[in-house]
């Protein structure tokens, strides 16, 4: 059986000592820079969190419509300047807006 190292022993070849208050000169900002990271990571996650829930609405509320569906099994239609396509097979749901570029 292998014997415990103390801790007061010196770490082996290879491993990483533990780096108590050891920091670059330049840590505050690249704690700052890694809070804003932080900070619009929590905004995405958010923003895809709602950008899921209206996709989901929209394929149901689809769905629940009954529509006629295309040969290769889509459904698709334009109203007002905007295009949905709903690929069911896929789950796939593609909104585009004629003012602007396709949003998915």
């Known amino acids: 059986m292998a014997e415990k190292k103390s801790e007061q022993e010196s770490p082996e070849v290879g491993e990483q000592i533990m780096l ?3 920091a670059p000169e330049n840590i505050k900002p690249i704690i700052k820079a890694a809070k804003l990271y932080k ?14 829930k209206y996709k989901t609405e929209v394929r149901e509320l689809v769905r629940k419509s009954n529509p006629q ?3 290769d099994g889509d459904i698709k ?6 295009e949905v396509i709903i690929t069911p097979q896929d789950e796939k749901v593609t909104v585009k807006d004629k ?6």
């Open 39 to 52: 900070r619009a990571q929590s905004e995405r996650l958010a923003a895809l969190k709602e950008e899921v």
């Open 69 to 71: 569906q295309l040969e």
């Open 99 to 104: 003012a602007i570029n396709a949003i998915d």
């Open 20 to 22: 108590i208050d050891i």
């Open 77 to 82: 239609f334009e109203y007002d300047g905007f």
